[in-house]
DNA sequence: TGACTTTGGTGACGAATTGTTACTAATTCG
DNA sequence: CGAATTAGTAACAATTCGTCACCAAAGTCA
């Protein structure tokens, strides 16, 4: 303790280069898919994210704003950040500093791609290993999340049907779910409201739709829980 | 869709400066408190985080283990990101980002601190607002993942009583919590086993000593829970 | 010594929540 | 029309949770 090395002292920037990687994540054909754009030739690998470096004096999420639309055509409407990674797996563009964001794409919404394609989680061809870390970091952050954020309803369009809304659960969790337990705790929570709109998605009964819509949260306040610890 | 900017083209990288923001946070008389180091003459604001620039291809875990060790004479056991922060807020470095590292120090730790001090989280001094930022966003992320993470174990020694354990849940979720309830749950959960110690604190019964010591989970997956959405 | 206080620890009961089964409703298909 | 298919719910059983009541083992103090 006493004869600890003195570095402190000064404390001092330096110049890195820094990348902002974007996970761009939507339910495509009953998978949880992420956007790749195809890299320029003679890249090592065919395909990598959306990426780019901040702009100055740019917001991270601004600039995941930015690099989306410019692959996308439109900005996602939700962004969360999925971290900071600086090991020494190689970047595309041999940042020394990457900054993961993911950007949630509703069903439904048809993009005009040129240069990029959906990808499946578990299709996903080669890509840079730290944009594979990224990738794989984004997902299992969606996954934890998902029940403390509405990233679900984020998924899905302005308005949706329960069944709809308990698939992106059942794609994001990876399991089925039980239909009744699943409307009546989403009942008890007030997160959705009834609009006055019915679908008729061929056969079966037309199915309500509902929007999300938060009601103040009443404060019962629960114990502690020891059975949701992921590590 | 059809006219969107052509901007995407070339993604690059750009040199900028970037900055390691430890918050080191520890029980402290009964309050969750955070280490500020003081800053050097002539700086806006007297106390700091510990901070500084991430030495080339250093990982930012290991940058953080570097300036913890520097102010408090050994490495914390536990890390985990806050995030990244890129906003216009003032840095005392003037780095143009920042990554926010939280560090968990357990309760009872002495630290022979020359030019440091712990701070009750409610009675910070003045700091730089990106600080401030950091330190706040620490603070919630700590306090909302306490129940997916065993944060809590990292705030206590190896042996630790319940009540010990009990009073780390208080201090971080800001409520007191019912003894018989939380020992239901504690027991259920299988992350704790007994030794063979006791400890007589002054009066009162002796208490058992625990450890952290998660067994393997029983697989009972609950359904969703719509109550824990925290926006 | 022996009540009283203080802290640790647990059994048990009613209330609330959750898992499941089984049913009804509204539509398409043939 | 009846079978098939999807939506939606009532109701019951099993489990979990909040609480109260109590016992245990120490220190305090007259």
């Not at 990674?85 to 439904?108: E, K």
């Not at 989403?186 to 929007?211: C, H, I, K, M, N």
Request: aromatic share 8%; hydrophobic share 45%; no cysteine.
């Amino acid at each position: 303790m006493r004869d600890r090395p003195l570095v402190p002292l000064k404390a001092a920037v330096r110049k890195t280069t820094l990348a902002v990687d974007v996970v761009v994540l939507s339910p495509r054909h009953d998978a949880l898919a992420v956007l790749l754009v195809r890299a320029p030739a003679g890249a090592r690998e065919r395909w990598t994210l959306p990426w780019d470096g901040p702009l100055p004096d740019e917001a991270l999420e601004d600039a995941a704003a930015r690099i989306a639309s410019s692959t996308l055509g439109a900005a996602p409407a939700f962004f969360e950040q999925v971290g900071a990674f600086a090991d020494t797996r190689r970047h595309p563009g041999d940042a020394d500093v990457s900054i993961g964001i993911a950007a949630l794409i509703p069903t439904g919404v048809e993009t005009s791609l040129d240069d990029a394609e959906w990808f499946p989680l578990n299709e996903l061809p080669a890509v840079a290993p730290r944009h594979r870390l990224v990738v794989d970091r984004a997902a299992a952050m969606v996954r934890q999340r998902v029940d403390q954020s509405p990233l679900a309803f984020r998924l899905l369009p302005q308005n949706f049907t329960l069944s709809e809304l308990q698939s992106v659960y059942e794609l994001l969790l990876g399991r089925r779910l039980h239909k009744a337990s699943f409307r009546r705790a989403l009942q008890a929570s007030y997160l959705v409201e009834p609009t006055d709109e019915w679908r008729s998605e061929g056969r079966g009964r037309p199915a309500q739709l509902f929007r999300y819509s938060p009601k103040k949260r009443r404060g019962a306040r629960r114990g502690v829980r020891f059975d949701l610890f992921s590590d």
